[in-house]
């Protein structure tokens, strides 16, 4: 491999870890210079969710267009770069390897080293892109359809883990919940913007409470960190259907007060995910809190996490809305420290679902 570390190196970034197909070049971990994302969303709509044998497939058929896009959007050649970063893990194992694969293609046929990433670490990275400080430590709070968890992030890739939700993720449970109300997939969007017509506390919807700690007065804190999320769906089901949870489903149009519905279940999330992320920042002793993952684009979640984490003089720092969801920017931003720092893999390197 002929490429050496730089600080202003461009790393050509391959994502395909579930349902987004996407490249990106990024100069010294920061600049974006282009970003192609193909969206599958309309493919798994009819289902409700991502199949993963569909999700395969189309990252077969989109992988090689998005590169060369990607690269002509930047307007560099392949001897232009430093190397290539591809996600490696979590995701769908069968999205992984059409990723990898054409990652070790690329890096083969043009001399490049391969730089492993983790997905969820580059979610937290988006964060930091745009800011001109020294960004670590910090509170990562991750939340999308497929994660939901709390960090104590220290560097690019040196992550502690504080909390994990026991059962759905908060995106997950938006489609699921988006999906009794009758509203189109995915659910986060759709649900956010029926519950601007709606009132966020016009139903008590409960919310998840960790377990009390020995000793939480000492620490200033209620409760212990954790999430869960399905009992507050099952709620919104008995909500809507009655207590016959087998009963049909009403027509859209029949669910009384549907965008109140819609607004209390997301306050519900926003609450959740607020109160434990502020008491992570206040029982580990840091001012920074990072957001990230495709629930970052949340207006509510973006509006409250700033307001709570204000008041206990914290600053909360969310990525810009189109560098939440998965993409391929956030890969070769964080390709860029770890090829730095030597962080390289060779051809045998394998993905992994977990």
Request: net charge negative.
């Amino acid at each position: 491999m002929n490429a050496t570390p730089t600080s202003n190196a461009l790393v050509l970034g391959i994502e395909s870890s579930c349902d987004e197909t996407a490249a990106s070049v990024v100069r010294g971990g920061t600049e974006i210079l282009s970003s192609i994302i193909h969206s599958q969303a309309q493919e798994h709509a009819e289902f409700g969710g991502v199949v993963p044998e569909i999700a395969g497939r189309s990252h077969l058929r989109e992988v090689h267009r998005v590169i060369r896009e990607a690269l002509d959007e930047a307007g560099v050649a392949p001897t232009d770069l430093a190397a290539v970063a591809v996600t490696v893990q979590p995701g769908l194992i069968g999205s992984l390897l059409v990723g990898l694969s054409a990652a070790k293609g690329f890096a083969m046929r043009h001399n490049l080293p391969i730089v492993p990433v983790h997905h969820i670490h580059a979610h937290v990275w988006a964060a930091t892109m745009e800011l001109k400080t020294q960004a670590f430590p910090a509170i990562a709070l991750v939340v999308s359809g497929g994660h939901t968890a709390l960090y104590r992030a220290t560097g690019p890739s040196d992550f502690t883990s504080l909390a994990h939700t026991l059962d759905d993720a908060a995106g997950e449970a938006f489609d699921k919940v988006a999906w009794i109300l009758g509203l189109a997939y995915p659910g986060g969007p759709s649900i956010s913007r029926l519950a601007q017509e709606g009132d966020p506390t016009a139903f008590r919807f409960p919310r998840y409470r960790p377990k009390a700690l020995p000793n939480s007065r000492e620490l200033g804190l209620e409760r212990s960190l954790g999430f869960s999320f399905s009992g507050l769906k099952t709620a919104v089901l008995y909500h809507v259907r009655g207590q016959d949870a087998l009963a049909p489903t009403p027509e859209p149009q029949d669910i009384p007060r549907r965008a109140d519905v819609a607004a209390s279940f997301q306050e519900a999330v926003v609450d959740a995910l607020v109160t434990q992320t502020v008491d992570a920042a206040k029982r580990e002793g840091l001012d920074r809190i990072f957001v990230g993952g495709g629930v970052a684009c949340n207006a509510r979640l973006r509006t409250k996490m700033a307001e709570a984490a204000e008041k206990a003089g914290k600053t909360a720092i969310f990525p810009s809305p189109a560098y939440c969801s998965d993409n391929a920017a956030m890969i070769a931003g964080l390709g860029w420290p770890l090829f730095e720092a030597g962080a390289t893999a060779d051809l045998t390197l394998d993905a992994s679902p977990r």
